[in-house]
């Protein structure tokens, strides 16, 4: 009879142990949630994969924005995070919208669009680096003050168009 409570309490300790275990490593793959947030003021992305509550994963990236503002050095400031986009894993994609992109993920978009038609500019337009530096400093303020991604896009369109009104005249 001992030993036949010994096995059931060492069965039970690590039935508890495995349960403890698929809790910890195993539930935010199927009940989680990742989300990104951009900051304004540097251009960076920052993920967050957190479960119930918990983040258990974290991680900074550095953007096509970003790296334009460290070019001409506007990226040194206090971070901004807002969120921009938030993704359910596992099992909450049944219960839950899978993917929703809010208002800062478009800026952040627009961000990026941005900083490759300067980088574009530089590289084959022949656009001066005063003036895009200018240019880049002007988005950078619209995009910090900015909660609405409108204004950034109408931006980003009027650069575009441009852009174009430039190469007419020069063809």
């Given at each position: 009879?001992?030993?036949?409570?010994?096995?059931?309490?060492?069965?039970?300790?690590?039935?508890?142990?495995?349960?403890?275990?698929?809790?910890?490593?195993?539930?935010?793959?199927?009940?989680?949630?990742?989300?990104?947030?951009?900051?304004?003021?540097?251009?960076?992305?920052?993920?967050?994969?957190?479960?119930?509550?918990?983040?258990?994963?974290e991680s900074i990236e550095?953007?096509?924005?970003?790296?334009?503002?460290?070019?001409?050095g506007l990226g040194e400031e206090s971070s901004n995070w807002k969120l921009a986009d938030s993704e359910e894993l596992g099992v909450?994609?049944?219960?839950?919208?899978?993917?929703?992109?809010?208002?800062?993920?478009r800026i952040a978009a627009r961000a990026r669009e941005f900083s490759v038609w300067v980088d574009f500019c530089i590289e084959y337009e022949e656009l001066p680096i005063q003036e895009a530096r200018e240019k880049t400093l002007f988005f950078h303020e619209?995009?910090?003050k900015s909660s609405d991604s409108s204004e950034v896009?109408?931006?980003?369109?009027?650069?575009?168009?441009?852009l174009k009104s430039v190469r007419n005249k020069v063809n």
């Open positions: 009879m001992y030993y036949v409570k010994k096995k059931l309490i060492i069965i039970g300790v690590s039935f508890l142990v495995v349960v403890l275990a698929i809790l910890l490593f195993a539930a935010p793959l199927f009940w989680g949630t990742c989300k990104v947030y951009f900051d304004l003021n540097n251009g960076l992305l920052k993920k967050q994969w957190d479960s119930f509550g918990l983040i258990y994963w550095e953007t096509d924005y970003s790296k334009l503002l460290n070019k001409f909450r994609r049944s219960f839950f919208p899978q993917n929703v992109s809010y208002s800062y993920g619209l995009v910090k896009q109408d931006n980003i369109i009027y650069h575009f168009n441009d």
